[in-house]
């Protein structure tokens, strides 16, 4: 088998040499947004964009949408698009604005860290703001408390700009190797003086709020013009710069929603108006009926449920609308949940019934295993 290379010997070894067979960071291209866009965001929560969560306090208020701009010929087709619409020009000490995502242990062993074979890493990604400034890009050790961070400059605005951040080996505090959460890495694009008043850590110690954000002075929430958008992540193994660093691993679409899957999984599609969500159940009553959900993945834990929109119980026919739903804590799993779900009255005792969107195609339930 021939193998054609193309650009310097060296990118191409770095290439050759990627050591995840998969990436490490999920949905870095932002196609998948189970969740839809959002808006009025004023706290912290996981945004429309899969494995995506934005850390607030008491700063501004926020949409976040899905985007179709990107940087041109690269292959991306969506970006995350955070949009300040109530501004915060002078935010509290205490205050902070922030997006991250987080990774379980067991999938980031392959760092070595806590060992004597500690390794470097590196964060790359695609940035276009709307104004210039500075903001900081933190990792956060979750299981051992220590931070390392570094700081980044959007130079020109209203441009796609690529970003390479390089990370230090760190040989104190091995992450455990479970499903629960251990590094977070983050983007700080606006903080109050808490987190800015000491000195950023350019090699990992212990987590100290006033280290975090040092140097951040973007000020995203200074205005209602403001707007960032970001593509691409991407987190290697190894040391590199913009010329060497691995090309970005695509995943096709189904692989990518799978892997998403493990941490949250939202029934309801918004394509029909009586879409039927989970299996077909029983009544147990005339006002309680046992419905199974049987995910299409293995979730990281036993998920909580939420649900919004007009759900009702139905046989194929009329629809009584449901006044509560709750997870059966008899049967609940990683692999499967088993629901409550609640009437008024009207149903017939030991007949099947299933849950039904009740003509509302934005109605869902979703079973959340976030980290």
Known sequence: MAITLHGTLSDNTVALDRKTATPIVINGDMQIAQRGDQTGITAGQYTNIDRYFINMINLGTWSFTQSTDTPDGLGFASSLKIDCTTADASPAAADNFYLSFQTEGQNLQILEKGTSNA?????????????????????????????????????????????????????????????????????????????????LPSTWASRSDANRFVGTDLGLGDSTDNEVLITGVQWEVGTYDVNSLPPFQFEDRGTSLARCQRYCIVYGTGEANYQQLGETGISTSTTQAHITFNHPTEMRGIPTLSNSGNLALGQGTSLVAMTAIAINTNNDTRQSTGVIATVSSGLTAHKPYRIDQNNSSSSIVIFDAEL
């Open 119 to 199: 390794q470097t890493s590196t964060l790359a990604y695609w940035i276009k703001c709307n104004k210039t400034g500075n903001y900081v890009v933190e990792m956060w050790d979750r299981t051992n408390d220590r931070h390392v961070a570094v700081l980044k400059t959007i130079d020109a605005a209203d441009t796609w700009q690529k970003v390479v951040c390089n990370f230090p080996a760190d040989t104190s505090g091995a992450l455990a190797n479970t499903n629960a959460r251990s590094i977070m890495v983050s983007w700080a694009f606006d903080s109050g003086s808490n987190f800015t008043s000491g000195t």
